[in-house]
């Protein structure tokens, strides 16, 4: 009769054969380069837009309603803030 009860994946020879991989593989992690991003600077110029010579200019009475928008011509309405990807601010009225 055999007096050892411990199971078998307790066997010294298990625990070396499951650890040998593990010991393997662990000089193969390496930690990836840090990648240096530098944003390029952001350049935003107005159009230059000049209106027909006969436009008589209108100064804003209010102030640049956000980033982008340039005091711009309509040849039907006039004077007004327009933006190249919004249109006109404030619509026409």
Same mark, same amino acid.
């Given at each position: 009769?055999r007096?050892?009860t411990?199971?078998? @994946?307790f066997?010294?020879? *298990?625990?070396?054969l /499951?650890? *040998?991989?593990? /010991? *393997?593989?662990?000089?193969?992690v390496v930690?990836?380069?840090?990648?240096?991003?530098?944003? $390029?600077?952001? #350049?935003?110029?107005?159009p #230059?837009?000049?209106p027909?010579?006969?436009? #008589?200019?209108? /100064?804003?009475?209010?102030?640049?309603? /956000?980033?982008?928008?340039?005091?711009h011509?309509?040849? $039907? @309405?006039?004077?007004?803030?327009?933006?190249p990807?919004?249109?006109?601010? $404030?619509?026409? $009225?």
């Open positions: 009769m007096t050892n411990k199971p078998s @994946f066997s010294p020879r *298990l625990w070396a /499951a650890a *040998l991989p593990a /010991a *393997l593989l662990a000089g193969c930690a990836p380069e840090p990648v240096h991003v530098v944003p $390029r600077p952001v #350049v935003v110029t107005p #230059v837009y000049a027909p010579p006969t436009v #008589v200019y209108v /100064a804003p009475t209010y102030a640049m309603p /956000a980033p982008g928008y340039v005091w011509y309509h040849p $039907r @309405f006039g004077w007004g803030w327009y933006h990807t919004y249109g006109w601010h $404030r619509g026409w $009225r």
